[in-house]
């Protein structure tokens, strides 16, 4: 008998043995995709989920975002201006702690990144990610040397946590007017080598002060800076020379640097990934493609507008295409304030001679805060911030909780799983709650920078800057000062910001 049931047991337990080996084994969860868009300029009240009136401007993507996602009505940049926002975004510490990267650099300036830091992008690609970055840099490149625009030009983003790059070295209306790729300048002839100087006039291209006829986009008031080298029928801030066939032309601008977007998504969808994507759009000069022209209610500068709000919807359809939305969290915010604002409505429109097309015609950009671009009032920081991950992000909510885009390092750590080193992103706070719906609150405080060492600063509702103090809870316009009548807040408060400033870090 025991004979018999021997090789019956043996065949059971085989087959029980196969079975369970052919279950397959649950595959472990994909970490999500990061995707971060970063526009430029744009202002509190310049898309349709912000206010913007549809007879003025109208963007169906970037508000098919907010119907999808978290739309913040208190979130911040960095900054009020480019450069320090910038850094801000990628190391996770308040620029003014790092002379090199406070203010707005020239297209010539070195790198002030220290290369090897553990940044955004590095905390994403050593944990797995591909990490891309494509559009505006404006952080320097070299080390402090000539910059080689003819060799390869590092150290940049490739040597900051990025694992391919193409971008422009500064603004649109900074030379070199060319889109390096990885290391090198893209369709570069080394028969036509570029020179470019910030000190002197290069070479014998026309000059806007010269030859202002010789730009289609005509040099506006003296003085503004833009008066030098005219490429491709623009007059740009510097000179340069050489390299005719890698100048870009500001009216596929956009359209290039958004098919570099979809590129990098559709080459990395098999893996996970961070796209950081610094739109060009809405900065001058204000050139979008044809298709644009007029289309708004606002003259050229909603006309940027909906250019920009078709990137997004670029971008977002490659995500559906390639059914990736689910699986990519995206932000989606600004740089910094609206440049026209009041006193002055035209703002850095004035560089360029638009003519009629620079009425806004009653467009308000930053949405009735008071100041813009170039100050920290609240219309300077205070921008679109717009969270989506379909299923862990709520759909069609507004979130009132104090983030700053110096917050994603800290806030992105946890939801990897890493541990940030005591020494990195001194000044990012985890806000992860906050930025996945499941927390009405974020931060405490924040500092609030200009350029240089100008700053203020909020606590809670609170705000101090330049000796005024405001409650922003009840005078969102800033027209209150209560300093007189809350001396004692107002001397903590700037106490606090003087703390704050010489610490180190402020994350704990």
Same mark, same amino acid.
């Given at each position: 008998?025991?004979?018999? @049931?021997?090789?019956? @047991?043996? /065949?059971?337990?085989?087959?029980?043995?196969?079975?369970?080996?052919?279950?397959?084994?649950?595959?472990?969860?994909?970490?999500?995709?990061?995707?971060?868009?970063? *526009?430029? #300029?744009?202002?509190?009240?310049?898309?349709?989920?912000?206010?913007?009136?549809?007879?003025?401007?109208?963007?169906?993507?970037?508000?098919?975002? !907010?119907? $999808?996602?978290?739309?913040?009505? #208190?979130?911040?940049?960095?900054?009020?201006?480019?450069?320090?926002?910038?850094?801000?975004?990628?190391?996770?510490?308040?620029?003014?702690?790092?002379?090199?990267? =406070?203010?707005?650099?020239?297209?010539?300036?070195?790198?002030?990144?220290?290369?090897?830091?553990?940044?955004?992008?590095?905390?994403?690609?050593?944990?797995?990610?591909?990490?891309?970055?494509?559009?505006? =840099?404006?952080?320097?490149?070299?080390?402090?040397?000539?910059?080689? =625009?003819?060799?390869?030009?590092?150290?940049?983003?490739?040597?900051?946590?990025?694992?391919?790059?193409?971008?422009?070295?500064?603004?649109?209306?900074?030379?070199?007017?060319?889109?390096?790729?990885?290391?090198?300048?893209?369709?570069?002839?080394?028969?036509?080598?570029?020179?470019?100087?910030?000190?002197?006039?290069?070479?014998?291209?026309?000059?806007?002060?010269?030859?202002?006829?010789? !730009?289609?986009?005509?040099?506006? !008031?003296?003085?503004?800076?833009?008066?030098?080298?005219?490429?491709?029928?623009?007059?740009?801030?510097? =000179?340069?020379?050489?390299?005719?066939?890698?100048?870009?032309?500001?009216?596929?601008?956009?359209?290039?640097?958004? $098919?570099?977007?979809?590129?990098?998504?559709?080459?990395?969808?098999?893996?996970?990934?961070?796209?950081?994507?610094?739109?060009?759009?809405?900065?001058?000069?204000?050139?979008?493609?044809?298709?644009?022209?007029?289309?708004?209610?606002?003259?050229?500068?909603?006309?940027?507008?909906?250019?920009?709000?078709?990137?997004?919807?670029?971008?977002?359809?490659?995500?559906?295409?390639?059914?990736?939305?689910?699986?990519?969290?995206?932000?989606?915010? *600004? #740089?910094?304030?609206?440049?026209?604002?009041?006193?002055?409505?035209?703002?850095?429109?004035?560089?360029?001679?638009?003519?009629?097309?620079?009425?806004?015609?009653?467009?308000?950009?930053?949405?009735?805060?008071?100041?813009?671009?170039?100050?920290?009032?609240?219309?300077?920081?205070?921008?679109?911030?717009?969270?989506?991950?379909?299923?862990?992000?709520?759909?069609?909510?507004?979130?009132?909780?104090?983030? *700053?885009?110096?917050?994603?390092? /800290?806030?992105?750590?946890?939801?990897?799983?890493?541990?940030?080193? #005591?020494?990195?992103?001194?000044?990012?706070?985890?806000?992860?709650?906050?930025?996945?719906?499941?927390?009405?609150?974020?931060?405490?405080?924040?500092?609030?920078?200009?350029?240089?060492?100008?700053?203020?600063?909020?606590? $809670?509702?609170?705000?101090?800057?330049?000796?005024?103090?405001?409650?922003? *809870?009840?005078?969102?316009?800033?027209?209150?000062?209560?300093?007189?009548?809350?001396?004692?807040? /107002?001397?903590?408060?700037?106490?606090?910001?003087?703390?704050?400033?010489?610490?180190?870090?402020?994350?704990?």
């Amino acid at each position: 008998m025991k004979s018999f @049931l021997r090789p019956m @047991l043996a /065949a059971l337990l085989a087959a029980v043995t196969a079975a369970e080996s052919a279950t397959p084994t649950p595959a472990p969860e994909r970490k999500p995709n990061i995707l971060v868009i970063l *526009s430029d #300029d744009l202002g509190y009240g310049d898309a349709g989920c912000y206010g913007a009136k549809p007879e003025h401007v109208v963007t169906p993507n970037i508000d098919r975002l !907010a119907k $999808d996602g978290l739309r913040f009505t #208190d979130a911040h940049a960095p900054a009020s201006v480019c450069t320090p926002s910038r850094y801000s975004l990628l190391t996770g510490e308040y620029a003014f702690r790092n002379k090199l990267e =406070w203010g707005i650099l020239p297209g010539d300036a070195p790198l002030g990144i220290k290369p090897g830091s553990f940044t955004l992008p590095q905390m994403f690609r050593t944990n797995g990610y591909a990490t891309g970055f494509v559009g505006k =840099w404006h952080l320097g490149l070299g080390d402090g040397g000539t910059i080689d =625009w003819n060799g390869e030009v590092k150290p940049g983003p490739m040597e900051v946590g990025f694992s391919s790059a193409f971008y422009m070295p500064a603004t649109g209306d900074r030379v070199p007017t060319v889109f390096i790729r990885d290391h090198r300048v893209d369709h570069l002839d080394p028969a036509d080598p570029i020179k470019v100087s910030y000190q002197m006039k290069i070479g014998a291209e026309p000059t806007g002060s010269e030859d202002p006829d010789a !730009a289609y986009v005509l040099l506006g !008031a003296k003085g503004q800076g833009h008066e030098n080298t005219i490429t491709k029928g623009v007059s740009r801030i510097g =000179w340069m020379s050489g390299g005719h066939a890698a100048l870009w032309t500001d009216e596929k601008l956009m359209d290039r640097l958004t $098919d570099e977007a979809v590129a990098f998504i559709r080459t990395n969808q098999a893996k996970p990934f961070f796209l950081y994507f610094a739109t060009h759009g809405i900065h001058e000069p204000r050139v979008p493609a044809q298709r644009f022209v007029g289309k708004s209610g606002c003259g050229v500068y909603g006309d940027q507008i909906e250019e920009l709000d078709d990137s997004v919807g670029r971008v977002l359809q490659t995500l559906d295409d390639l059914k990736l939305a689910d699986h990519t969290l995206v932000v989606f915010s *600004s #740089d910094n304030g609206g440049s026209p604002q009041g006193g002055n409505p035209l703002g850095d429109m004035r560089a360029y001679r638009y003519g009629a097309r620079s009425n806004l015609h009653g467009h308000v950009p930053n949405g009735g805060l008071r100041g813009g671009k170039g100050n920290v009032y609240e219309g300077g920081t205070r921008e679109p911030f717009i969270v989506r991950w379909p299923g862990h992000v709520p759909a069609g909510k507004a979130a009132p909780a104090l983030v *700053s885009l110096t917050d994603l390092e /800290a806030s992105f750590a946890r939801l990897l799983g890493v541990k940030l080193p #005591d020494d990195a992103a001194p000044d990012s706070m985890d806000v992860l709650d906050a930025l996945l719906g499941k927390s009405p609150t974020g931060r405490h405080e924040l500092a609030e920078h200009r350029a240089v060492s100008s700053c203020a600063l909020r606590v $809670d509702n609170w705000k101090f800057i330049n000796g005024q103090l405001y409650d922003l *809870s009840n005078d969102l316009s800033e027209t209150h000062d209560l300093a007189q009548e809350q001396p004692d807040r /107002a001397q903590a408060m700037a106490a606090r910001l003087k703390e704050l400033q010489a610490a180190k870090k402020t994350r704990i």
